[in-house]
T-cell receptor, first 112, second 111 residues
Framework: EDQVTQSPEALRLQEGESSSLNCSYT??????LFWYRQDPGKGPEFLFTLYSAGEEKEKERLKATLTKKESFLHITAPKPEDSATYLCAVLPAQTSGSRLTFGEGTQLTVNP | KAGVTQTPRYLIKTRGQQVTLSCSPI?????VSWYQQTPGQGLQFLFEYFSETQRNKGNFPGRFSGRQFSNSRSEMNVSTLELGDSALYLC??????????FGPGTRLTVL
C-alpha cells in the first residue's frame, strides 16, 4: 500500500530562520511527487513536481529535493506570509490516471 | 487562464438528504479528480474522471458518485448524507496524468 509520511506535524519558526520539511514515501515505483501549500479554508496551491531522484526545483524562498525514499522542502529565510500547511503527495507508477496519495501535512507558522 | 471553480462554496444539509457539488476544470484539462478533506483523515481520493469515464475510484461507499460531461465539467453526488460526510470537498484538474490544480473547495456541513 502506498504511504506518505510528513514530519514534523507542526513547525514554528522565527522570521528569517531557515528549516526543512520532510516527506517520506513508500510506493512501488514513483511517477511523480508533488508539493502543495494550503491556507486555512482554501484549496491546495501547487508548488512543485519532482519526477526522479536527484531532481531539485526552486521558487522564491522554497526549494524541493527528491531522493528514492524521501523529499525535502527547504525554506530559506521564511517570512510570515509563508505560514501555511504544506502537503506532499505521490503519484504511483503502477496505477493509471491521476490518483494522488497525500501525507497529513506540516503546519508551518512563521512569527515576525 | 481561469483556475478550477467549484460551486457552491458552502453548503449546509441535514442527515438523510442528498447533495450535488459542481466543478469546472481549467480550460483544456480533461481529467477531473475529487478529494475529501477532513481534520482526522486528511486528503482522501474519491474518484477521477477522464473523457466522461471514471478512471479511478477510491475506497468510499456507493453513496458517493460522480460524473463528467462532454465539456469536462464534473459533478459529484452524495446520497443519504451522514454526519461524517461533513468535510471540505476538493476538485482538481489536470491535462493528462500529471500535475493537478485544485479548486477552492466546497465546505459541506451535515447537521
Amino acid at each position: 500500500e502506498d504511504q506518505v509520511t510528513q514530519s514534523p506535524e507542526a513547525l514554528r519558526l522565527q522570521e528569517g530562520e531557515s528549516s526543512s520539511l520532510n516527506c517520506s514515501y513508500t510506493v512501488s515505483g514513483l511517477r511523480g511527487l508533488f508539493w502543495y501549500r494550503q491556507d486555512p479554508g482554501k484549496g491546495p496551491e501547487f508548488l512543485f513536481t519532482l519526477y526522479s531522484a536527484g531532481e531539485e526545483k526552486e521558487k522564491e524562498r522554497l526549494k524541493a529535493t527528491l531522493t528514492k525514499k524521501e523529499s525535502f522542502l527547504h525554506i530559506t529565510a521564511p517570512k510570515p506570509e509563508d505560514s501555511a500547511t504544506y502537503l506532499c503527495a505521490v503519484l504511483p507508477a503502477q496505477t493509471s490516471g491521476s490518483r494522488l496519495t497525500f501525507g497529513e501535512g506540516t503546519q508551518l507558522t512563521v512569527n515576525p | 487562464k481561469a483556475g478550477v471553480t467549484q460551486t457552491p462554496r458552502y453548503l449546509i444539509k441535514t442527515r438523510g438528504q442528498q447533495v450535488t457539488l459542481s466543478c469546472s476544470p481549467i480550460s483544456g484539462h480533461r481529467s477531473v479528480s475529487w478529494y475529501q478533506q477532513t481534520p482526522g483523515q486528511g486528503l482522501q481520493f474519491l474518484f477521477e474522471y477522464f473523457s466522461e469515464t471514471q478512471r479511478n475510484k477510491g475506497n468510499f461507499p456507493g453513496r458517493f458518485s460522480g460524473r463528467q460531461f462532454s465539456n469536462s465539467r464534473s459533478e459529484m453526488n452524495v446520497s443519504t448524507l451522514e454526519l461524517g460526510d461533513s468535510a471540505l470537498y476538493l476538485c482538481a484538474s489536470s491535462l493528462w496524468e500529471d500535475t493537478q490544480y485544485f479548486g477552492p473547495g466546497t465546505r459541506l456541513t451535515v447537521l
